[in-house]
């Protein structure tokens, strides 16, 4: 069996067999892969760490015929603090499954950047939502979607009230809104626009208004689903 040296970051897990754990991982090198970790159920297993939800480091895997089994798991980064502080790590779970949706190829920016997402709301002390905020912002402007232009999309007219159309994922004025359109507020647009202008290491010196950040969630989420078809687990 060929074996090779990974850098991921675990999505998710199922428990199979006795003791053993099939691990959903998004790879640097191959986007995302379904893998075996054998025993990691057992108390004493030394992979018993690598299984855990958030653990980022490099796997080896054996790739056989049916199944990839992981043999050794050198730990980077396990972001341990998340998981004792709830809204974080609701967050931290919206990131997994955004690469879980969206990661089914390579794409080494994606990978960089839910790291660093993950590094900025476990280590530094950045208000509820800014990283996810953050997150599909840039997503989607990965993705070509350039929804935070201050011209209509349809009329080219410079906006003032902005309304995101649904159906093409863009900025529209008031005469150019349609059914598919929600409002987006001046606060939001505004958060949109500091979220895409502000890296990760900056993000604990914003400060919002308005609930801004609440809204660009929603509007972000909600541009989420009608983009890509598929729904996300949702912050409370
Ligand atoms: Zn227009």
Redesign the pocket.
Known sequence: MASSKIKAIVLKSNNIKERDKQVTLYTLEEGKMIVSMRGVRNDKAKLKAGKEIFCFGEFVVEKGKNSNIVTAVDIIDNFYSLSSNIDKYYEGCVILDILDKIGLEPNPQLFIEAIKALKTLCYEDVKKYYVIDKFFVDIFKSLGFDFLSNK??????T?GSKYLNLDIGEL??????TASCVQISDACYGALRIFESTDYDKLASVKLGGMGEVQAYNILNTNFEWRLGMKLIKLI
């Open positions: 209509c999309s349809s009329c080219h007219s906006l529209v004025c008031p005469a150019c809104k």
